[in-house]
């Protein structure tokens, strides 16, 4: 497509107030194959979806996943708690991805990890229809249903590496959220309660019973979470600790069984 039509598209992102217009730009210009397709993803970027609905996926993890319309998508930072997932897990380690939204978690553990049994799962059907195509390229599957409900039993005590990455945003921090997110994201994958560690009490709380001898549960806080997260863990029997990596703002919560 020509110069003219990119330098269009950059001045109607810039217009509406998309700070990196040209990378966008060009995202959309590849998406496309007529004047018609890019006109109606600029005008659902304009109309302020998140960049990663109207291309229908995210990069995270060096990966594509996709990511329908209306699913969490996945924050760059959360590749650190991928890395952290990473080494600990084994080759033909068992890895649940709890709270799964798109499933990129899971996905980009089991690329990088040789032999992953991956099972995901979500409370939201959009997310999991989304996530059982992204899972299923490296052969796992997703599951829907109230986080553990949503497993097969037979997975009891035999969890190698839990991963959750629960919605922690506190309910009345949720309005001060990007349009974006507030908007266009599930509630349910954002609204974490009062201090928004509700959904994160009920994953620790079951995690004991799910985890293998020497699993270890992995989830992300915010810095301010962190302190009670930990003593959550710990109190319902866990080897607590937080890891944290400032540069790209993660806080993660680890909890090993002995
Ligand atoms: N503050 C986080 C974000 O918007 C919340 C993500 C979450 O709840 N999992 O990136």
Not at 38 to 53: K, M, S
């Amino acid at each position: 497509m020509s110069e003219s039509r990119e330098e269009t598209v950059v001045l109607r992102l810039r217009a509406a107030g998309c700070v990196f217009a040209e990378d966008e730009a060009r995202l959309l210009l590849q998406e496309v194959r007529t004047a018609a397709e890019l006109d109606a993803l600029v005008e659902r970027r304009v109309a302020g979806e998140p960049l990663e609905h109207v291309l229908g996926w995210a990069e995270f993890s060096g990966l594509r996943i996709a990511v329908a319309a209306g699913v969490f998508v996945p924050r760059r930072r959360t590749e650190f708690l991928v890395e952290e997932a990473i080494a600990l897990a084994g080759p033909r380690a068992v890895v649940v991805d709890l709270c799964c939204g798109s499933g990129a978690l899971g996905v980009a553990v089991a690329t990088a990890v040789d032999g992953v049994e991956l099972h995901a799962a979500d409370v939201d059907p959009a997310a999991v229809s989304c996530a059982r195509g992204n899972v299923a390229r490296v052969g796992g599957q997703a599951f829907e249903g109230d986080l553990y409900e949503a497993l097969p039993p037979a997975l009891r005590g035999r969890v190698d590496v839990l991963l959750a990455n629960v919605p922690y945003v506190p309910s009345d921090a949720i309005a001060l959220m990007p349009p974006e997110a507030r908007l266009h994201e599930a509630r349910v994958a954002l609204d974490g309660g009062a201090d928004g560690l509700d959904v994160a009490r009920r994953v620790i709380e079951a995690a004991p019973a799910w985890l293998a001898p020497g699993g270890s549960l992995l989830f992300e806080t915010s810095e301010d979470q962190a302190s009670d997260a930990v003593e959550t863990v710990t109190a319902a029997g866990l080897r607590g600790r937080v890891v944290a990596d400032d540069e790209r703002g993660a806080t993660v919560v680890v909890g090993t069984r002995s």
